[in-house]
Nanobody, 119 residues
Framework: QVQLVESGGGLVQPGGSLRLSCVAS????????IGWFRQVPGKEREGVSCISSGGVSTYHDSVKGRFTISRDNTKNTVYLQMNNLKPEDTAVYYC?????????????WGQGTQVTVSS
């Protein structure tokens, strides 16, 4: 099967850091742009970051300067390094084989990984 699995979330204090992983199975991640998205209950899903197949990264203004997206094609994995976390970053984080289209059909999204930023 073809799937992406997110991991690395958890509970951290404001100002702390986490590194999320997005691991692909059933296909070669190297050939795709990969986007990170997040969603809070009762709120719309939003795009967070994107990395192209060539390694070019883009970010939502709210995370610019704090988050870094990267890829390791030998491990079939994309990472999201999150530094200086804020309570507003609390959400379920998802990855996908597209960028900046948060309203994509809902059944295309996986389980995600929970990030909670709280003192």
């Amino acid at each position: 099967q073809v799937q992406l699995v997110e991991s690395g979330g958890g509970l951290v204090q404001p100002g702390g850091s986490l590194r999320l992983s997005c691991v692909a199975s059933g296909f070669r991640l190297a050939y795709y742009a990969i986007g990170w998205f997040r969603q809070v209950p009762g709120k719309e899903r939003e795009g967070v970051s994107c990395i192209s197949s060539g390694g070019v990264s883009t970010y939502h203004d709210s995370v610019k300067g704090r988050f870094t997206i990267s890829r390791d094609n030998t491990k079939n994995t994309v990472y999201l390094q999150m530094n200086n976390l804020k309570p507003e970053d609390t959400a379920v984080y998802y990855c996908a084989t597209q960028c900046w289209l948060p309203n994509t059909k809902s059944d295309s999204w996986g389980q995600g990984t929970q990030v909670t930023v709280s003192s």
